[in-house]
């Protein structure tokens, strides 16, 4: 098994060959690239940066994703992945990149999940699948299995890749490779690990990370901003988002942010961000939404208030529909409307907020829209009435809304 960090140095050393390649750039790509990877562990961030890594390699910038192919697998089957990952890439380019996504699972309460079973049937396409040898350049095939739960590597699975694993030698190809006899298991799945950071590692990311974004933070600045978010890596990027947009905003880019700078900025997202529910909701995500309401009811954070903020969300959604469809606005002037303190020069975040907020605008039909706001209405009327369930009430509707975004339905709740 290999880290996340060796086969991403892999593919940073394959980038400076793509730059300047030479006669056999090609045959030296696919020499070095695998055609499965079985991506794992309890950082998901390190393990999307691998895989947006892989895909800025395989495929020219700004080009239309003709030949790569995301599934969800709490709403796909292992039968149409394998299908696409049989599929033989397009004349726009000789690669093509299949990737099956499991949600971040954090609990044993959640070991029951379908997507982590296989029926007969999957089993058999599977072990089909990865028996045949695959050669480069061709698909590549990656598994995006985040888990925080005791025990994953029994589920079945981690056991049908882990069969084909490749031995870590092989993996990270610093020797010549000998032929497996016929009668032995083809290995070509290399398992890619995505632990969280340790401290002193953390330090080291957080300064180049720093240095990337020519964002200078004092030494105690830096402590207090891990003491902020601990070690988890998504969260923290979030931060240095705001700190160079509060850096920009207070002429502060050429002195260093100290530690009273982080406090003003972040410390108050220590347990929750206010906006963390509208940004996991613009983005129909799931485990994220259910993480940020589970830490707003453990503040003690007032049912009613949570569901307000979930309408006001949908009230913007709904808004700026209706300024696209009638013209009067264009996106930026729409979004400097409904997101007034968040400015283009705030750059990464700005970036990032705009697209995320029109994820939710273009992805909700004005229907399903309008099923949404009877939902809500009818929710409301039973918070009014008292129902003593309500915390119950917000995560269905939230869970509904996410999944629903996906499968184009919105589910009515029964009344309790």
């Known amino acids: 098994m290999a880290a996340v960090s060796e086969h991403l140095r892999n593919l940073q050393g394959l980038f400076k060959e793509k730059e300047h390649p030479g006669k056999n750039g090609r045959a030296a790509l696919a020499d070095s690239l695998h055609p499965c990877y079985f991506v794992h562990g309890d950082e998901p961030y390190l393990g999307r940066l691998f895989v947006d890594r892989l895909k ?4 020219e910038s700004g080009s239309a994703d003709f030949n790569v192919d995301r599934f969800w697998m709490d709403e796909a089957g292992w039968a149409d992945v394998i299908d696409a990952a049989r599929t033989a890439p397009t004349f726009f380019s000789p690669w093509r990149l299949v990737t099956a996504e499991f949600l971040m ?57 882990s069969a084909h694993f490749l031995s870590a030698k092989k993996a990270s190809r610093d020797s010549d490779e000998e032929k497996e006899p ?8 290399a398992e890619v690990e995505i632990s969280s950071l340790k401290f002193a590692v953390l330090q080291s990311w957080l300064v180049r990370e720093l240095e990337k974004r020519k964002l200078a933070l004092t030494p105690e600045a830096r402590a207090r901003l891990v003491e902020v978010t601990g070690n988890d890596l998504r969260k923290l990027t979030s931060e240095m988002d705001k700190l160079q947009a509060y850096a920009a ?64 969300f949908f009230r913007d959604i709904r808004q700026a529909k209706a300024w696209l469809e009638e013209g009067a606005l264009d996106r930026k002037a729409i979004f400097a409307k409904l997101r007034p303190k968040i400015k283009e020069k705030h750059g990464i975040l700005y970036a990032r907020k705009f697209r995320e907020f029109f994820l939710s605008v273009d992805r909700l039909s004005r229907s399903r829209l309008r099923r949404l706001f009877l939902e809500l209405s009818r929710l409301d009327g ?22 629903g975004v996906r499968e184009g339905t919105v589910r009515r709740m029964t009344r309790r």
């Open 382 to 403: 039973l918070f009014k009435e008292g129902v003593d369930v309500q915390r119950e009430m917000i995560e269905t509707f939230v869970c509904d809304y996410c999944r």
């Open 249 to 312: 905003d207070t002429g502060r880019s050429r002195a260093a942010v100290d530690a009273e700078d982080v406090d003003r900025v972040c410390a108050w997202t220590r347990e929750v961000e206010p906006w963390g529910l509208t940004d996991a909701l613009s983005i129909a995500d799931w485990p994220d939404c259910a993480r940020v309401l589970d830490r707003l009811f453990r503040e003690g954070e007032a049912e009613l208030k949570i569901f307000n903020d979930i309408a006001v």
């Open 182 to 189: 016929e009668n032995k298991t083809v290995r070509q799945v």
């Open 56 to 59: 800025e390699l395989l495929f």
């Open 105 to 161: 699972r954090s609990e044993d309460r959640f070991k029951d999940r379908e997507e982590d079973k296989l029926s007969d049937a999957e089993a058999v396409i599977l072990e089909k699948f990865l028996s045949v040898p695959h050669s480069l350049p061709g698909t590549i095939l990656v598994v995006f299995y985040p888990s925080r739960f005791r025990h994953y590597k029994s589920s079945p699975v981690f056991k049908a890749f």
